[in-house]
């Protein structure tokens, strides 16, 4: 390791929080968390709108569908901005994070800042990007199928265009409602677990501190059974945590699979070795 990159006792100093409580972390969070889910649920389900209401608007006058370009379209209109939000998503956590250790560190708009050096924001939401585009374009299948059955019942309901126009907005925009809804919170929460995780990584290997990881859930009624019985697990931060049987390195990792994944409000507490976490 070159003298550039070794750890100050300043910062090792600020790193080391002594006593975390978990509650505290659960709180900070979901608080952010929740305002980046209304940012992004109202961007997508404007984009969703455009598209239901244009198809709408043409099978109404022009007896017009086709299913492939409705899923290319609901993705060009989709796409794009999930792309914009992961970015914010990661420089929103980055500055989390650097306030939670007390660095205080500007940013700029592709640059985050970890211990006073920069990492490229760009290169991973780039990363992230590409890891999720697959699962994401099954969302715009989903949609665009939803108006196709629309379609064909009012067909076979010898409903007029005019008529099956209506129903399609009437039905498809309630879908798309909570399709947005749904990914808002899902991908909220999977680009910030992830984005947590690549900021903790980054000091591990730049700055050369032993860290755990310890997985808390929220403890309500909604929480799902694997991951009440996960409350707690403390792992090394390189290794596993074992969720309902999968391997997850942090939560929203795509490896735990939807059911671990979809709706989930888990949260990890990173903390230096000497630290101590408690309730």
């Known amino acids: 390791m070159t003298a550039a990159l070794k750890l100050s ?3 090792f100093h600020n790193f080391r929080r002594g006593r975390i409580r978990t509650r505290t972390e659960i709180r900070r969070n979901i608080a952010l968390r929740k305002n980046l889910e209304r940012l992004i649920y109202s961007r997508l389900f404007k984009a969703f709108s455009k598209i239901i209401k244009s198809r709408a608007y043409l099978y109404g006058e022009f007896m ?4 492939s370009s409705t899923v290319r379209d609901l993705n060009e209109e989709m796409l794009p901005v999930l792309e914009e939000f992961y970015r914010t998503v990661f420089q929103r956590v980055y500055a989390s994070n650097s306030e939670a250790y007390e660095m205080g560190t500007k940013q700029d708009d592709l640059e985050a800042v970890v211990f006073g050096r920069n990492t490229n924001i760009e290169r991973e939401v780039r990363r992230f990007f590409r890891e999720r585009q697959l699962v994401l374009a099954g969302i715009s299948v989903r949609i665009a199928n939803k108006i196709d059955q629309i379609i064909k019942k009012g067909r076979a309901d010898n409903l007029t265009l005019p008529q099956i126009a209506r129903n399609i907005a009437q039905f498809a925009m309630p879908f798309a409602r909570s399709r947005a809804a ?3 919170r899902t991908e909220t929460h999977n680009a910030a677990g992830y984005a947590n995780h690549r ?17 808390v859930s929220v403890a309500d009624g909604r929480t799902r059974d694997a991951h009440r019985f996960a409350n707690g697990q403390t792992r090394k931060l390189e290794e596993d945590f074992s969720i309902g049987g999968k391997p997850m390195a942090h939560v929203g990792d795509p490896r735990g699979g939807a059911k671990n994944t979809i709706n989930c409000r888990c949260v990890i507490v990173y903390a230096d070795q000497q630290d101590i976490v408690v309730n």
């Open 199 to 215: 900021y903790h990584q980054t000091v591990k290997e730049n700055l050369d501190i032993d860290m755990v990881k310890r997985w």
């Open 182 to 184: 749904m990914i808002a």
């Open 64 to 67: 017009t569908f086709e299913l």
């Open 9 to 11: 006792h300043k910062e």
